[in-house]
């Protein structure tokens, strides 16, 4: 039988495309990456994403699955090499819950730091803070928010290491230290030195530039008013 | 204890939608539970306690563990009593996406979609929501055709995942109806819905959860008024 065809539609700096990479990576499986140009969206994107017309869609034999944690359940499901979901439901429940803060209030809250000026940064901060001290408080004493192995939460929170790692270099402040957050410190360490976690980074420097050029354009519109 | 041994508690309220897809769920599982009422306007000890992180309802506590978000308990709900009533998510992997899918797209874009009708501030931004509501909705009949297959529920012969997901606002729905003469489910513009819409709140698992229309009117009627009272005191 032919091997399945299996595409992953992307762009480079996506941190949600990044998850579906590093689950990819995880589980062995051989996938060709289509990247999208987001300002000129290419006629297949808008085949299999019609309703969002957004990146990450994984393709598998001609069916699309869209929004990354739908397909992080569709690989669980499909490929069952390193399972990235516990068995026990309870723990799968609190997987799916600390993917869901991650995305609704913790990205949200770091974003406003990011698009912050002057003194509005500190008010910002204070609101993200609170929300990296709730995952601290949830790590704590466990090396991945899955235990032992990284898992669907690790993965779904991963985008962390990469972001405030860029906004601490852009806005030259410190979002995560190891003093406040000694789990998450930690974290962050463990997630980047797991086997093939790092390779998938975005490279650094042009990330850093894309956000600083993304940063400025943001404040000078705002500033125009 | 309840009658099968089994220690169930949902802290929720009777008119919360969210609450309403536990206690579906929970009946098409056949699940006894205590259903812990939370007052209006007052978080109870226990919901602070179990839910620390949204202070919200619903949350289910099973053997005294919490488990808190509205889909995340259904989906808990369909593992953990797998073997009883029917499957509310489908064993196929790809038919399970395609219903996450779109219980996604309910909570991320339709459902605020229908809350922006009641914050538009001028004509125009009301005609410009309603609007959204309606392409909304026809995507959504695509979806029914899509997941349900020919059946009369997006999950098929039986209530499913984007069933719960979007039936839940019905009561909601059909009390703004009743206040707006807004005609949100159209034979004309979605057969396939309109019908549903019959079909899913005549269902023995949601029959005596689904709050009636003119008590959510009521309800309705006085967060309005608190909200007026809330705006005009500031």
Redesign the interface.
């Known amino acids: 039988m032919a091997k399945a065809e299996l595409k992953l539609l992307g762009t480079w700096s996506s941190p949600f495309v990044l998850r579906i990479k590093w689950a990819l990576q995880m589980k062995g499986v051989e996938y060709d990456f289509i990247e999208e140009d987001i300002q000129n969206k290419s006629p297949l994107l808008l085949k299999y994403n019609p309703?969002h017309k957004k990146v990450p869609v994984l393709v598998?034999d001609g069916?699309s699955?869209?929004?990354s944690?739908?397909?992080l359940?569709?690989m669980d499901?499909?490929w069952k090499e390193n399972p990235i979901l516990p068995e026990d439901?309870?723990q799968?429940?609190m997987a799916?819950?600390w993917s869901?803060?991650g995305d609704e209030k913790c990205l949200p809250s770091i974003w406003r730091v990011f698009t912050a000026q002057g003194e509005k940064i500190g008010q910002a901060l204070v609101s993200a803070s609170e929300n990296l001290m709730?995952l601290e408080g949830e790590l704590k004493g466990k090396k991945f928010f899955n235990g032992e192995t990284l898992g669907f939460a690790d993965i779904s929170l991963g985008w962390i290491v990469n972001m405030v790692i860029l906004l601490e270099e852009i806005l030259q402040l410190k979002m995560i230290d190891e003093q406040r957050y000694p789990s998450l410190s930690a974290w962050m360490k463990n997630f980047s030195n797991f086997p093939g976690i790092k390779d998938s980074f975005p490279p650094q420097d042009r990330m850093l530039t894309k956000y600083r050029t993304l940063r400025e354009a943001l404040l000078a519109t705002r500033g125009s008013n | 204890m309840t009658q099968g041994g089994e220690d169930v508690k949902l802290l929720g309220a009777w008119a919360s939608p969210f609450v309403i897809r536990i206690r579906i769920a929970l009946n098409l599982k056949g699940v006894d539970y205590e259903f812990l009422e939370e007052v209006f306007g007052v978080k109870s000890e226990l919901l602070l306690e179990s839910n620390p992180v949204y202070k919200k309802i619903p949350v289910l506590i099973h053997d005294g563990k919490p488990v808190c978000e509205s889909m995340i308990i259904v989906q808990y709900i369909d593992e953990v009593w797998a073997t009883k009533g029917p499957a509310i998510l489908s064993a196929d992997p790809y038919d399970r996406a395609l219903h996450r899918f779109w219980a996604y797209y309910v909570d991320d874009k339709w459902f605020p979609s229908v809350s922006a009708i009641s914050r538009a501030q001028t004509e125009e931004a009301k005609a410009e929501a309603v609007e959204q509501v309606f392409a909304g909705l026809k995507l959504l009949e695509e979806a029914f055709q899509k997941c349900g297959k020919g059946k009369g529920f997006f999950g098929g012969d039986t209530i499913g995942y984007v069933d719960i997901a979007l039936g839940c606002f019905l009561a909601w729905l059909k009390a703004t109806e009743k206040m707006t003469g807004i005609k949100f489910f159209d034979e004309a513009k979605t057969p396939l819905l309109a019908q549903w819409v019959e079909r899913f709140c005549a269902d023995v698992a949601v029959r005596g959860v689904m709050p009636e229309t003119d008590k959510m009117v009521e309800f309705a009627k006085m967060l309005q008024t608190k909200f007026k009272a809330a705006a005009s005191a500031k």
């Open positions: 309703v598998h069916k699955i869209a929004e944690l739908v397909i359940e569709y499901e499909t439901p309870y799968r429940a799916r819950f869901k803060f709730i």
